[in-house]
T-cell receptor, first 110, second 115 residues
Framework: NAGVTQTPKFRILKIGQSMTLQCAQD?????MYWYRQDPGMGLKLIYYSVGAGITDKGEVPNGYNVSRSTTEDFPLRLELAAPSQTSVYFC?????????FGQGTRLTVV | KQEVTQIPAALSVPEGENLVLNCSFT??????LQWFRQDPGKGLTSLLLIQSSQREQTSGRLNASLDKSSGRSTLYIAASQPGDSATYLC??????????????FGQGTILTVHP
């Protein structure tokens, strides 16, 4: 049972480059979330989805985009990477109960 | 907009003490509340989940309570151990309105238990 899988685990981007952070869950959860966590801080919600085809903005959506074409996958797209997007990114999923988190992607923009 | 606050921001206690971590939220229309643990450089591990209709949940030395009407939850840790040292985060899932399904976190409490 894989749970929530995030790829890649680490990435270094140059300013202005783009990339997609992948998130997949195998628990048939309808809720999925993307968060960023800066050093010493809590988690800030970027985007979330309550089901396939439905997405909504969180607290800090600027500079990011998402799509949810299937129940299993919820990729996060960074366009024109900026140093302010250096952070650890976590994906999570849930149904009616507990939220399960991936192990995170550590992204550095230089 | 749901806002979640955790007090204290940091706590240092000697081994064996009982301790209480606090979480408050501004919108009482919640579906559930969760407490998580995060070790340095790691992901989040769910500790306890309280549904909105419940008052408390227990797991081993951990007990979490929920007072939805006052917008408060507490996490009680009995007989603390050095292995309990971590950051503890609470999160609420909104139940209705335009933020249905949204999961909002507090800033966390950094707990250090010294031998």
């Amino acid at each position: 049972n894989a749970g929530v899988t995030q790829t890649p685990k680490f990435r270094i981007l140059k300013i202005g480059q783009s990339m997609t952070l992948q998130c997949a869950q195998d628990m048939n959860h309808n809720y999925m979330y993307w968060y960023r966590q800066d050093p010493g801080m809590g988690l800030k919600l970027i985007y979330y989805s309550v089901g396939a085809g439905i997405t909504d903005k969180g607290e800090v959506p600027n500079g990011y985009n998402v799509s949810r074409s299937t129940t299993e996958d919820f990729p996060l797209r960074l366009e024109l990477a900026a140093p302010s997007q250096t952070s650890v990114y976590f994906c999570a999923s849930s149904f009616t109960g507990r939220a399960f988190f991936g192990q995170g992607t550590r992204l550095t923009v230089v | 907009k749901q806002e979640v606050t955790q007090i204290p921001a940091a706590l240092s206690v000697p081994e064996g003490e009982n301790l209480v971590l606090n979480c408050s939220f501004t919108d009482s229309a919640i579906y559930n509340l969760q407490w998580f643990r995060q070790d340095p450089g790691k992901g989040l591990t769910s500790l306890l989940l309280i549904q909105s209709s419940q008052r408390e949940q227990t797991s081993g030395r951990l007990n979490a309570s929920l007072d939805k009407s006052s917008g408060r939850s507490t996490l009680y840790i009995a007989a603390s151990q050095p292995g309990d040292s971590a950051t503890y985060l609470c999160a609420v899932r909104d139940a209705g309105g335009t933020s249905y399904g949204k999961l909002t976190f507090g800033q966390g409490t950094i707990l250090t238990v010294h031998p």
